[in-house]
C-alpha cells in the first residue's frame, strides 16, 4: 500500500519514501481515526495528509512524550530546533534534518501550502510549555488557531475544492477546531494528569466547576452532577463547531468528501460515545465500537466509489472535467 501511494504520487527520490513512509507510520500507530479516514482518499494525495500529520505529531511528542524528565527549557529548546529545521527546509536553505520535515516540505512545496500555518502551529505548541488553561472561551479560541484551525487550511489544498479556497476556509478551520473540541472533552481526566485543562474557564465557572473540582473526581473516581453539567455544555459548544464546518463538506473536491465526511462523522461519534457513557470522560476515555466504525468506514468506501465513477462518466461524456481548485491563492490573497 505504500509503495503504491508513493508511485501514485510521483515520489521517487528514495530518501522522501522513506520520509513519506515514517509519516504514515505515525499516522497509522497514533491516529486512528485520521488515518482510517485517509485511506478513503485518492492514492496520490495520501502521502501529503501522511506527512502533515507526522510533523504535527512530531511536535506534539516533543510538548508530552519528550521523556518524563525533561524539562520546559529542553522542550522549548527541541521545539526551537524542529522549527528552525522546517524554516529552513521550506526555504530551500539546508537539510531537513529528520524524516517528518522533509516530507512536510516537499508536500508544501507540491501544493503551495503557505508557510505561515505552520509558523501558527508551532506557537501553539510552544504555548503548551507554560500555559495550562483558558480562562475563556476566545482565549481558547485564539490557541485553537494555531493548533487546530490551521491544520484544516494545511489540508485544503491537498483535498482540493469545486469552489474558491477562500469560500471553503472557514468551513476547513471550523472543523479542525471541532476535531479538536473533540479531543479535549474525551482527554479531560489525561489532560488533568499533565496539569492542563483545555475546558474554558468561564464555561467551567458557570456551572461551579473548578481545577480542584476535576483533580478530586480524578483522583476519587467519584463523580458530581456539577461536572456533568459543565462536560454537556462543553458537548453543546463542541457540536455548534461541526454545524459550523458542516458546509464545507459539500465545497470538496468529489473524490475528496468521503474521507472528510468520514472523519467528521467518526469524530462526532466520539461525542455520542462520551454522552453514553454518562460523561465519564475523568476516569476513561470513551470510545467509538469497532462495529461503528467498520459501518461509517464502509459507507465512506461506497461513497469513494460513486464518485470515482460519476467522474469516469463525467470525462466519457464531455471530455476531461474541469480539475477542482487545488492550488488557487491563498485565502488571505484573496482576501486581500
Not at 507510520?25 to 492514492?43: D, K
Not at 488557531?145 to 487550511?153: F, K, N, P, T
Not at 467498520?294 to 465512506?300: F, L, M, T
Not at 467522474?311 to 476531461?320: K, S, V
Amino acid at each position: 500500500m505504500t509503495r503504491r501511494e508513493l508511485d501514485a504520487a510521483g515520489i521517487t527520490d528514495p530518501a522522501l519514501r522513506a520520509a513519506y513512509t515514517r509519516c504514515r507510520t505515525l499516522n497509522a500507530r497514533h491516529g486512528r481515526t485520521y488515518f482510517l479516514a485517509t485511506r478513503l482518499l485518492p492514492a496520490d494525495r495520501r502521502p501529503a495528509v501522511h506527512a502533515l500529520y507526522g510533523f504535527a505529531r512530531r511536535a506534539d511528542d516533543i510538548v508530552d512524550d519528550l521523556g518524563a524528565d525533561a524539562t520546559p527549557a529542553e522542550r522549548a529548546a527541541a521545539l526551537s530546533r524542529l522549527e528552525g529545521r522546517l524554516r529552513q527546509a521550506l526555504a530551500g536553505l539546508g537539510p531537513a534534518g529528520e524524516p517528518v520535515v522533509l516530507a512536510l516540505a516537499d508536500t508544501a512545496a507540491r501544493y503551495a501550502i503557505e508557510p505561515a500555518h505552520f509558523t501558527d502551529f508551532m506557537v501553539s505548541m510552544r504555548s503548551d510549555l507554560t500555559v495550562t488553561d483558558y480562562a475563556t472561551y476566545d482565549d481558547l479560541r485564539a490557541y485553537m488557531h494555531g493548533s487546530a484551525a490551521v491544520i484544516g487550511l494545511q489540508m485544503l489544498p491537498v483535498l482540493g475544492t469545486v469552489t474558491s479556497r477562500a469560500l471553503a476556509a472557514p468551513h476547513a478551520a471550523a472543523l479542525g477546531v471541532a476535531f479538536q473540541l473533540t479531543n479535549f472533552l474525551r482527554d479531560v481526566g489525561e489532560d488533568l494528569d499533565r496539569g492542563r485543562i483545555y475546558l474554558p474557564g468561564d464555561l467551567l465557572a458557570a456551572h461551579g466547576v473548578d481545577r480542584s473540582l476535576l483533580t478530586w473526581s480524578r483522583r476519587t473516581g467519584r463523580h458530581d452532577p456539577r461536572i456533568t453539567t459543565a462536560l454537556r455544555a462543553a458537548e453543546d459548544l463542541t457540536r455548534a463547531a461541526y454545524r459550523e464546518a458542516a458546509p464545507g463538506l459539500a465545497m470538496l473536491d468529489p473524490v475528496a468528501r468521503p474521507c472528510v465526511r468520514t472523519a467528521y462523522v467518526l469524530y462526532r461519534n466520539i461525542l455520542d460515545a462520551i454522552a453514553a457513557d454518562g460523561y465519564a470522560v475523568l476516569h476513561r476515555r470513551a470510545t467509538v465500537s469497532r462495529r461503528r466504525r467498520a459501518v461509517v468506514a464502509a459507507d465512506g468506501l461506497a461513497r469513494v466509489l460513486a464518485a470515482r465513477t460519476a467522474f469516469r462518466g463525467a470525462a466519457g461524456r464531455h471530455g476531461t472535467p474541469p480539475m477542482p481548485c487545488r492550488n488557487d491563492a491563498h485565502p488571505a490573497k484573496e482576501a486581500g
